[in-house]
């Protein structure tokens, strides 16, 4: 099936991709926009992924540099630096 990667989407738009059978990707970094966090909602269970977007698009809770746990959060010359360890809070950001 097609995965729409980082999905950004409406919920009308995710009831039309479903249809198609398409899984839907989010990344932690958007789930908290309330726009993006109904998309989620509207994803059926089957279709759902989750991604780190690693190594850009940190998540809104490790953007001062710290985990909630806190751990120091890699950097380079860019800047913060999204890693597979954090999948986590994209899940805890899913499921609130």
Known sequence: GLVLHSYC???DMVQAF???????SFSASIIH???HAAA???????????ETDAPDQ????LRGGVS???????ADEDGLLNEPCWLPLGLEAAVA
């Open 9 to 11: 989407g409406s919920v």
């Open 33 to 35: 926009i309330p726009k």
């Open 18 to 24: 479903a249809k198609l059978n398409c899984y839907f």
């Open 40 to 50: 989620l909602r509207a994803v059926p269970e089957d279709r759902l992924l989750l």
């Open 68 to 74: 909630p746990q806190g751990e120091e959060v890699h």
């Open 58 to 61: 940190l998540p809104r809770s």
